[in-house]
């Protein structure tokens, strides 16, 4: 009788630690989850543009936004910023959501937690102390992340954003090429990666037109992934 009491109690307690164990890494699941897109319900895209380099179309992309109405998330890296804070501020008095890219733009995958905490931290002092805005979003350089990462950003108090459609100008393509692709991948909830150079300066009255053309509303990161969005963070992606 006394054993029958005892393996009651220890299959109830072993019961009991495997579900808070595996509860706690499911919750922790949730929480880590990046960002890539929003309700898939709504005709909503967002514009992010991460920024490490090519401030000198910066104004004239800023220009085409205002133009068309248009707020973009901005992913600036810190040494950018240090450069740059003139424009930085620029970008946040034009009503753009500034998020941190980092602060070197390093193969995060290869650093410590500790190491990634600095990154992130270090970028979002610098533009606190420029624009008085805390960064909120973080998108990791190079598109690289894994579990460090996503603890890191998470310690920090931001929301890891990726992307799911490439305008891939980084490798300087024709505009009617990045033109062409953008609109080719557009789906509810989409986020539209794209960098500073000259084609997609070029590009970007096309797309615009293209996205509204199709039915589309460009809409500010925060709104389409806030709300919008289900616990954990991402909503499955288009062909899950």
């Not at 954003?161 to 909830?189: C, F, Q, Y």
């Not at 589309?216 to 499955?236: D, H, N």
């Amino acid at each position: 009788m006394v054993r029958k009491i005892f393996m009651l109690v220890f299959f109830l307690i072993s019961g009991f630690l495997v579900y808070q164990l595996v509860g706690s890494n499911m919750e922790t699941s949730k929480v880590l989850s990046p960002i890539y897109q929003g309700d898939p319900a709504r005709k909503y895209v967002a514009f992010t543009v991460n920024v490490d380099w090519g401030g000198e179309y910066l104004p004239q992309m800023l220009s085409l936004f205002e133009e068309h109405e248009i707020k973009g998330a901005f992913f600036l890296t810190g040494r950018w910023v240090s450069e740059n804070p003139e424009l930085t501020k620029k970008i946040a008095e034009s009503g753009h959501e500034i998020g941190n890219h980092g602060y070197s733009h390093p193969h995060v995958n290869n650093l410590s937690l500790e190491e990634n905490i600095e990154e992130i931290k270090k970028t979002s002092e610098i533009i606190y102390q420029l624009t008085g805005e805390k960064t909120r979003f973080f998108a990791p350089p190079y598109g690289e992340y894994n579990e460090v990462v996503l603890k890191a950003a998470e310690k920090t108090g931001h929301q890891t954003v990726m992307w799911t459609v490439d305008t891939l100008d980084w490798k300087n393509p024709p505009h009617e090429w990045i033109v062409s692709r953008v609109l080719a991948r557009l789906h509810n909830g989409a986020i539209i990666l794209m960098h500073p150079t000259a084609p997609t300066l070029k590009a970007l009255p096309g797309i615009i037109a293209g996205i509204r053309d199709q039915g589309y509303q460009v809409k500010p990161l925060e709104i389409l992934v806030s709300e919008a969005s289900p616990p954990g963070g991402r909503w499955p992606l288009s062909g899950d």
